[in-house]
């Protein structure tokens, strides 16, 4: 069968329709873009990035003024004083503190497990005077011997706790002296950072809005 040549439209009107329909996309997505662009709320952000441009650039030049310079100065002079302090402090007092406190602390290991097997014999020894009262009665010499012994045993139970607390006690007063060795360092160098931090976020924020 011969192929029909015969179209619904002829092929010029064809090409007038697809012409006029890609100009009006064309128009419409020109005109979106505009729409877009000049939206009402943008004029508010272009005002709030202009006022935080005026106040990051005031902020980066109060950290440039001379008497903020002289207490970024005066902040690191301290601070190494302070380091300084500490170095010559490690060599004697301090270093002192920090040996001490290693030994009790290994004392206190050592106390902790006097304690537990103390205890542990504690409880043995009160499970065989219960099977001698049980076997022969509480005042036979058997029953009398194991109670002696379980006395004694939580005597001395009774001591390690106390040695435990007394050790207890000396760590926590080497923690204070040293925190107290430490505190003028600590404190020197927390103001340093506080400066130099306000610096660095002004000049970042004066870089990001300019």
Do not use: C
Not at 1 to 22: E, Q
Not at 106 to 127: C, G, H, P
Not at 141 to 153: G, N, S, V, Y
């Amino acid at each position: 069968m011969p192929v029909s040549t015969d179209h619904l439209y002829g092929r010029n009107r064809t090409n007038l329709v697809f012409a006029i329909s890609a100009a009006v996309l064309a128009l419409s997505t020109f005109w979106l873009i505009a729409v877009d662009h000049n939206r009402p709320w943008k004029e508010y952000q272009s005002g709030y990035m202009e006022s935080q441009a005026v106040l990051a650039e005031l902020q980066y030049l109060v950290t440039q003024q001379e008497s903020f310079q002289d207490q970024l100065r005066q902040a690191r002079t301290h601070f190494e004083e302070q380091r300084q302090t500490i170095d010559r402090a490690q060599n004697l007092d301090y270093d002192r503190l920090l040996t001490l406190l290693e030994e009790k602390k290994a004392e206190q290991y050592n106390i902790n497990l006097l304690f537990k097997q103390q205890d542990a014999w504690i409880i043995v020894t009160r499970s065989e005077l219960e099977q001698a009262t049980a076997l022969e009665g509480a005042e036979s010499e058997p029953a009398r011997q194991i109670a002696a012994k379980l006395q004694q045993d939580e005597e001395e139970l009774a001591a390690t706790r106390l040695s435990n607390e007394q050790v207890d006690d000396e760590i926590r007063q080497i923690n204070r002296d040293r925190k107290k060795e430490e505190s003028g360092f600590i404190n020197a160098r927390r103001a340093l950072d506080e400066l130099q931090k306000k610096v660095d976020v002004a000049r970042d924020q004066r870089d990001r809005y300019s």
